[in-house]
Each structure stands twice: as C-alpha cells, then as structure tokens.
C-alpha cells in the first residue's frame, strides 16, 4: 500500500523534473576516479565465485591494470547488474549495490554440467530442439553463502541459429518454477569452449549474425607511471559498419594463455564496446592493442588472439582519424606490474 | 524536430506525429517500461498503449514538456500492468527501487491514500528544487525512471559506488526534510 502511494506521489511531481532528469548528462570534461585495479581485480574474484556472471563489469580500464592484486576489504558494492537481460527476476541489489542474492542456474543432465546462464535471446534466433534437459536452479544468496528456493525443472534445449551447440544453445522450461517462465529462451553457454583461431570463434559464435559494434571507443595510452589518457570516440554507423567489416574477416592465431602484460607492455590499446549475444555476453569488449593483440573480452573469460601489429595500428588509426571525440581524462589508475 | 513542432503534427492528425515521438523518446519510453515491467516484450506494447494514448489526448491536451509527458503515460500503463503480473513473483527494478524509497517515507495508518498521495507530491517537488541539478537527475534516474545504479553509474561516467553513496545521502536529506515537514503516509 505504501509503494502504491509512492508510486502515485512521484507520478504528480513537476514534469520539468521528469525532462530534466530525461536529458540529463555530465559535463564532458573533468578528471573523473575510475575503479582501482584492486576494486576490478575484487569485481573478477566475485563473478569467478558466482559461477555465472550476467554481471558484466569489465569496467573501462581493467586492462591496464593488474589482475593478480589482492582485493580490499568491504568494495563488493563494485558489482554492476544489467538486470533487463534477466527474466524471472530473483536477483536483488541491496541500496549500497551490493548483489545480494540471484537465481543461478546450472544444467543437471550428464554432458551439460558446464553449461549455465543469466539471460535470454529472442525466439527467431531459435533453432531446432537438440534434446531434454534438467536444470537445477536455486536462489543464492552472496553474503553468507546460503541456497534456497531449491528446485529441478525439466526443459527442452535448442540450437541457437549457427551457433555451435558446444559452445551455446538456449533451453525453455517445460514446467514452471520460482523465478523464470515457460515461454522465454534462456541462452546457456559452455564455461569451457575456447577457439582455435578468429576463425573458429567467428565460425562457432554464427559472428556473421550475432556480432555488433556500439557506439563508442576509448582508446587508452599511459600518460606517467601511475595515470593514464583515456580518449573516447564516437563511432557513427559507417565507421561501426567498418570496424565490424575487419572484425569478420581479419586472421589471428589463439593465445592459450591470458597474460596482463600483454596490456601493460603496449604503448596504447583501443576498447571498443561490442555485442556477441551467442556466446551469452550482451555487452563484450574488444580490446586492440599496439603490441598487434586482439582481446575479446566477454563475461565468459578472455579469448586473446594475435592478427600482427600493422592491423592493430590500422584499427587504432581508424578510429583516432574517423571517431568523434567526445572527452578525454587522465586518471591514476595505471599501475604497470613490478 | 523539435517537440512543438511534432505536437502541431498531432494537432493535423498526421500519422507522422507518432513516427517522430517514438524517433525522439521511443528509446527513453522502453528503457522506463523496461524497467518496471523486467521484460522487453510486454515494454514494448505498453509503449506502444502509450502512443496511442498520446494519439488520443493531443489534442486537445497541448503538453509542455512533451518527452516527460510521454514517459508519464508509459509509467502509468507499466506500473498498471505490473499490478496485473503480481503472480508471477518478479523483481524488476523499479520495485527493487521503490523499497529503498519506502525505507526514508515515515508510515502512517490514514486511509485517504489520494490525499496522501498528493501532499507527498507537492513535498518531493519542494525537496526537488532543494537539490543540485546533478543529485536530482540521479533521485530520479532511480526512482522516477527505476533505472539501476550501473545504468546510471554508466550514463554519468560514474562509478556504480558514488551514485549507490549519493541515493543514500539524498534518501537521508528526503527522511529528513518529510520528517520536519511533518508528512507521513
């Protein structure tokens, strides 16, 4: 009843509030703290602890910076939500940020152990039925490590249109439960699929299909030994179309294992937001680096591959002659390792 | 195109009138019904009620402010629909948000919920004109458009932690300020 008269009560409020609020953005200029490498490293500890992580917070810099740091104390409030690709809700933020409890969904059946999932996709990317499944869903909650709300559901899986089932599939529950509906496709994705080469990935992925570029960059340079120049630029349609062009096609062999001084070591680096939906990332990264390394950088881990260094310097030019500017800061968050 | 000119479209019933609505605050109008409602689908057909909606009442209605007009009528049909889904046991946002705000409103057992209603209306207008510009589009990023701390974190080129801080500090001056008013519901 009070949440019906606060909703009432915010509805009367003078609309040029609700304009205001509507076009609302910061000032473009201005230093702005981005999140410390030990915050970031804190954000990885926790998504690698909740074994599913919708929660995308690979924030803007995390390259830079040094995974291997040891976490603060009390700084879980860092974990972002992109709660409107959940579907049956169960997930809560308490008012500091913090997650507090989510469903998290794991496939029971022999031979899907690995597969898990935190969103859906839309029904005309779904293809044939691959089989039945039980899913083993329960409602944890982080800060004492409790489970509840327990439940086995039978479902039916699907194949993502081009997408190689050993790498993701979606599922529809055939019964209902808790937190999800019968009618949805929950994108599931393998914790354990790697990629021989771009090819691979592209190929295993349907790219073709499911691969977009946003709207931004920021291309990223250190500016002293403990701060970097962080630029960003706006891609307009011809330029994202261009980027996607070379993302398609460009070659680049598998790095087998993820090093950070592959970032720290590059004079400069280029993030470009982008969407690969198959593999169950609704926002991914894709970092270009001097050094001639190409990351993509999704929830489900890092794939790194090495297309040479006239490619990577061609994209950065790309974008730093074509994007437009929008803000530049130096922030002290570069710590090269010792 | 601006809005005066997209409301004289809807004053010569052209069908261009929508058209030009949803390229300016369609993208607005989902983000608010997807929030509250916690699925895209059923956003987009409240959107779409919203349109009709703004089809029916320009004219005669003539709104000053015609994006918060339009997400007022999409906030309306969302929480309307949401009333309707009680069953299905989701969190979407919004409600998520709108505990946070109940925690800072003092309660009272009065059952004149419209009356109520309305001063706390007028109440948060005043707190409103009391704010910085920047804490309040914050309040009402969370609270008016239910959009989540990362969102705006995201839209302000802030950390998800200073935006969680500011909500916190501007709840308390909100509790504050009813408190003194006098104003519970």
């Known amino acids: ?338 | 195109m601006n809005d005066g000119k997209i409301i004289e479209l809807f004053f010569e019933r052209s069908d261009e009138a929508i058209i030009e609505l949803s390229e300016k605050y369609g993208r607005l109008a989902i983000s608010l019904a997807r929030n509250i409602l916690g699925d895209e689908g059923e956003a987009e057909e409240c959107v779409n009620d919203a349109y009709l909606a703004a089809w029916n009442n320009i004219p005669p209605e003539r709104p000053s402010a015609l994006g918060a007009y339009l997400c007022g009528i999409v906030r309306n049909l969302s929480y309307s629909r949401l009333r309707r889904q009680s069953a299905a046991k989701r969190r979407p946002e919004a409600l998520i948000a709108l505990d946070e705000l109940s925690e800072v409103i003092p309660s009272s057992e009065s059952v004149d919920g419209a009356a109520e209603a309305k001063v706390l209306s007028d109440a948060i207008d005043r707190f409103l004109g009391t704010l910085a510009a920047d804490d309040r589009a914050i309040f009402l990023r969370r609270y008016w458009f239910s959009d989540s701390v990362s969102d705006i974190a995201a839209r302000l080129n802030r950390r998800p932690h200073y935006i969680s801080v500011r909500l916190s500090r501007i709840r308390g001056r909100l509790k504050k300020f009813l408190t003194n008013e006098g104003i519970t519901i």
Not at chain 1, 86 to 93: A, F, N, P
Not at chain 1, 129 to 147: A, F, I, P
Not at chain 1, 232 to 241: C, I, K, P
Not at chain 1, 295 to 313: C, L, M
């Open chain 1, 1 to 338: 009843m009070k949440n019906e008269k606060i909703i009432e009560a915010l509805g009367g409020i003078d609309p040029r509030y609700i304009a205001e609020a509507a076009e609302y953005s910061p000032a473009p200029s201005g230093v702005r703290v981005r999140p410390s490498h030990r915050r970031i490293a804190l954000v990885a500890a926790c998504a690698a602890l909740m074994l599913v992580t919708l929660i995308f917070t690979l924030p803007m810099m995390m390259p830079l910076s040094t995974p291997e740091s040891t976490p603060e104390s009390g700084e879980i409030e860092l974990v972002g939500l992109w709660s409107e690709y959940l579907l049956g809700g169960g997930d809560k933020i308490a008012s500091e940020g913090a997650l507090v409890e989510a469903w998290l969904r794991n496939i029971s059946t022999e031979g899907y152990e690995r597969y898990e999932s935190r969103h859906t996709i839309a029904p005309e990317y779904v293809g044939e039925k691959l089989g039945d499944v039980e899913v083993y869903n329960r409602l944890y909650r982080y800060l004492d490590d409790t489970v509840s709300g327990e439940e086995y559901l039978d479902a039916e899986i699907f194949r993502i249109k081009g997408v190689a089932p050993a790498v993701s599939f979606c599922l529809r529950y055939t019964e209902q439960g808790e937190a999800l509906t019968t009618t949805h496709y929950y994108v599931f994705y393998n914790k354990d699929a790697s990629y021989r080469d771009l090819d691979d990935l592209r190929a295993s992925l349907a790219a073709e299909t499911y691969f977009s570029v946003g709207d931004n960059a920021v291309y990223a340079t250190p500016a002293s030994s403990e701060t970097v120049d962080l630029t960003r630029y706006g891609l307009d349609e011809d330029l994202a179309a261009s980027l996607s062009e070379i993302f398609l096609t460009v070659d680049g062999e598998s790095i087998d294992r993820f090093d950070s001084s592959l970032f720290t070591d590059c004079r400069s680096q280029l993030q470009i937001n982008v969407s690969l939906i198959s593999d169950g990332s609704p926002y991914a990264h894709v970092y270009v680096l001097e050094n001639g390394h190409l990351v993509y950088a999704s929830k489900n881990g890092w794939e790194v591959f090495f297309i040479g260094t006239d490619r990577t310097d061609e994209i950065i030019r790309l974008v730093r002659r074509n994007g437009e500017k929008q803000w530049n800061n130096v922030t002290g968050i570069y710590a090269k390792p010792e």
